[in-house]
């Protein structure tokens, strides 16, 4: 279970996994995830300055996935 919580805080994106490995703590962990969230919200913003598309398509994947 302790392994499960640590995948489910850390996740699968190789940054953070990688700030894992390199001992950061799970403040440091979640601001690189934030720091990707802002990468792919500015990638979506170059197709769709209004932001429709991003909610659309990004922001609810949780909710269909769940």
């Known amino acids: 279970m302790r ?7 850390v ?3 190789p940054q953070a996994v990688e700030a894992y ?3 950061k703590n799970f ?3 979640d601001m690189v995830k934030r720091q990707i969230i802002t990468l792919y ?3 979506f913003k ?3 300055a209004s932001g ?3 909610l659309k398509s990004f922001y609810l ?3 269909i996935s769940a």
């Not at 392994?3 to 805080?9: G, H, P, S």
């Open 3 to 9: 392994d499960l919580r640590i995948y489910m805080a």
């Open 11 to 13: 996740g699968g994106m």
């Open 21 to 23: 490995v390199a001992g």
């Open 27 to 29: 403040s440091e962990i």
């Open 41 to 43: 919200e500015e990638d």
């Open 46 to 48: 170059k197709n769709d």
């Open 52 to 54: 429709r598309l991003l």
């Open 61 to 63: 994947v949780p909710f």
